[in-house]
């Protein structure tokens, strides 16, 4: 008797471990963030608010070291799964951060401050860059995202019915928020567009929705998929 407690026992906690460790799976890559762009912020923000527009070239100079140790952090970044889709544009992305890099070690060498100013004003374009191609337009977007994307790359290739009817209702319910959130200032010139896909989104999701709870053909609700993951890739677009 103590024999099968113990095997039960070693049963559900490996079924317990086996959670754990397909949840953090889907945490890390669903995760957008890159950590060692955000740290790199530490030493952009004082070279660009309080060095660059007092004119203080010492202190542009004295931030050198830390730039130059953070972008290379930066160079050797791995982005995860959900950013497959940026893995082009971030490659171009860090090209330019590094010459920027570059370009400002080679201005600190001379006594030319408008060269170095243009350098610094260089590097944090390059850095703005970056940022806007990870960072998701609005959380809203962001929580799309996460679901489609294992709905699209995991659980309708690999036929888990479970996660996949759970992910296709919440799914729904993250279409419908899409449709009243606030874009920032500088996405608002695309409002009118991204309201027009956001409602080609809901449409598509609830038809989603609807071939699921009906337990239509799975070549149905794959093709159904396929639509509703195209039409986020066009909202995605709008921003790029």
Same mark, same amino acid.
């Given at each position: 008797?103590? *024999?099968?407690?113990?095997?039960? %026992? %070693? &049963?559900?906690?490996?079924? &317990? ?52 140790? #953070?972008?290379?952090? &930066? ?5 995860? #799964? ?22 400002? *070690? ?22 703005? %860059? ?16 996460? =679901? ?16 996949? *009817? ?15 959130? =606030? ?6 010139? $695309?409002?009118?567009? %991204?309201? $027009? ?5 809901? &449409? ?18 794959? *093709? ?17």
């Amino acid at each position: 008797m103590k *024999n099968k407690l113990l095997v039960l %026992f %070693f &049963i559900v906690l490996s079924a &317990i471990q086996y959670s754990y460790c397909q949840n953090d799976h889907t945490i890390s890559e669903t995760n957008s963030s890159v950590p060692e762009l955000f740290e790199y912020h530490d030493v952009i923000y004082p070279m660009w608010h309080t060095a660059y527009p007092n004119k203080d070239y010492q202190m542009l100079k004295d931030l050198l070291p830390q730039l130059i140790a #953070g972008a290379e952090k &930066i160079y050797n970044v791995k982005l995860s #799964g959900i950013l497959r889709d940026k893995e082009d544009d971030w490659k171009n992305g860090v090209k330019k951060l590094h010459k920027s890099v570059d370009d400002y *070690n080679e201005a600190c060498k001379y006594k030319d401050d408008q060269k170095l100013l243009s350098a610094a004003e260089e590097l944090h374009s390059n850095f703005e %860059f970056l940022v806007r191609i990870i960072k998701p337009v609005t959380k809203e977007v962001d929580e799309f995202h996460k =679901v489609i994307y294992m709905i699209y790359h995991h659980y309708a290739p690999n036929k888990n019915l479970t996660e996949l *009817n759970k992910a296709i209702d919440n799914l729904a319910m993250r279409a419908e928020e899409l449709k009243s959130c =606030v874009l920032p200032k500088w996405a608002s010139p $695309k409002k009118d567009d %991204f309201l $027009k896909v956001a409602d080609e989104l809901d &449409i598509s999701t609830k038809e989603l929705k609807k071939l699921k709870d009906l337990k239509a053909d799975y070549k149905q609700i794959e *093709n159904a998929i396929d639509k509703v993951h195209s039409i986020y890739q066009k909202l995605e677009a709008l921003f790029d």
